[in-house]
């Protein structure tokens, strides 16, 4: 019992700890395997009563239009060979300007976390969240952005 509990105490602050490392904004983008170009990405991270979730922003253009779609996502911590892996599943669209045709394809994105403060990075893989969907793997990048507030932003507050 004295086992469990402390691997319980243990899972709970390596979960603690690195829900307020990755808490916040992060944008890069994820691309297909063997391809150059590449679809830009953005998760929102937020933390309530010890609980991760995330919102997914995807951005990309199709026959010269921009278009988006907004998804909520579970997050999972998982530690791994002293490494905290992080697992983030898309499971539903709360936004989309795309045609009526076009059909999202719900991801899963598998990260490392690694940083140092000044630049914090998730580097990954992906995959569909649905093992039935065809819209490939490949990799993701992102990086964080900034909690600071610019001096144009401070200067805004005052007025």
Not at 15 to 25: D, F, K, N, P
Not at 54 to 80: G, H, K, M, P, W
């Amino acid at each position: 019992m004295k086992k469990l509990y402390l691997l319980l105490l243990t899972l709970w602050t390596v979960s603690s700890t690195y829900s307020q490392q990755i808490e916040g904004r992060w944008t890069g983008y994820f691309k297909l395997e063997e391809e150059e170009t590449s679809t830009a990405f953005e998760i929102e991270f937020k933390e309530k009563n010890g609980v991760i979730s995330a919102l997914t922003i995807t951005r990309f253009n199709l026959r010269d239009q921009q278009y988006y779609n907004i998804c909520s996502a579970n997050v999972q911590l998982i530690l791994e060979d002293n490494t905290v892996k992080i697992i983030v599943t898309e499971y539903k669209l709360n936004k989309t300007n795309t045609p009526e045709w076009f059909k999202p394809c719900f991801q899963k994105h598998t990260f490392w976390f690694s940083g140092s403060g000044e630049m914090d990075v998730l580097n990954g893989k992906w995959k569909p969240a649905n093992g039935s969907d065809k819209c490939g793997t490949g990799i993701t990048l992102l990086k964080r952005v900034s909690q600071q507030k610019t001096a144009l932003q401070l200067k805004n507050n005052e007025n």
